[in-house]
């Protein structure tokens, strides 16, 4: 039997908040969720706001990610950021393959490269993968999702389960109000599961959901027995925006 999954749910603050007012957000938030949060809570607050968010959140159980990650360890990789700098910097975890990164020419390769980079430097990788609305009208999200996932954890192993974490975000949902029904966050997710099950043990990996996730909402997405938590962008903004959906997942 494998152990129940923990739910996460991750804020993602994409480029939101100066190092001030991270540390003033990750205060409040610590005293909104409490000392013992019935679910794992992260931020991923921008690269200049990592530290003061380490700093502020470090008698708490809330984890600090960034919002991508290079595969290199060091080198000529101006504006670049590697996993041992992070680790280094206190962060726990990462996001890689966010569409937002996609769009800005992360690719495929880079998406892998990047997974076990993190994992190997002992950060928890958060793999994001999605479809676009295109393609879900196309009728090929299932193809799209199970290639984007093969190809990211073309070089994960069974012993890397524990610093794994998959979030399937469908772009048209990203930023647009239109969340997935719970029926469409479900089959998505369970697809996900399957995929990554012949890489780890897909019982055990935590599965979240994104994509215009709301206090209001965010209960009946994580209720889906595939989605394990949510990937939350705008409404992981505000301290108690936030907070009501960490409450939501518990
Ligand atoms: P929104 O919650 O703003 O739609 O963003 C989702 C997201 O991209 C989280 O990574």
Redesign the pocket.
């Known amino acids: 039997m494998s152990a129940p999954r923990r739910p996460l749910v991750a804020g ?1 603050w ?1 480029m939101h908040k100066t190092a001030g007012e991270a540390r003033e957000f990750c205060t409040a938030l610590a005293v909104l969720v409490g000392a013992e949060p019935p679910v794992d809570v992260a931020v ?1 607050p921008p690269f200049t706001a990592l530290e003061a968010s380490v700093d502020a959140l470090a008698d708490t159980s809330i984890a600090v990610c960034a919002q991508n990650v290079h595969e290199a360890a060091s080198g000529a990789h101006t504006g670049e950021v590697s996993a041992p700098m992070l680790l280094a910097a206190g962060v726990d975890g990462a ?1 890689v393959g ?3 990164r996609r769009a800005a020419g992360d690719t495929d390769a880079q998406v892998a490269l990047r997974v076990r980079a993190g994992i190997d430097a002992g950060l928890t990788v958060v793999l ?1 993968c999605g479809e676009s609305l295109d393609i879900r009208r196309a009728g090929d999200t299932q193809r799209f999702v199970t290639r984007q996932v093969e190809s990211a954890l073309a070089d994960v192993h069974a012993a890397d389960l524990p610093r794994l974490v998959i ?1 399937y ?1 469908p772009i048209w ?4 109000g239109e969340t997935a029904t719970p029926e469409q966050a479900q089959e998505a997710c369970a697809i996900v599961r399957s995929v990554a099950s012949e890489r780890v043990d897909g019982a055990s990996l935590r599965i979240l959901y ?5 206090p209001g909402n965010a209960a009946e997405l994580m209720a889906c027995p595939d989605v394990d938590g949510a ?6 903004l505000d301290p108690e925006s936030f907070a009501r959906i960490v409450a939501a997942a518990g």
């Open positions: 993602n994409k991923c996001l966010h569409s937002e994001c979030a975000e949902a990203i930023g647009t994104g994509g215009s996730v709301n990937l939350v962008g705008g409404a992981s």
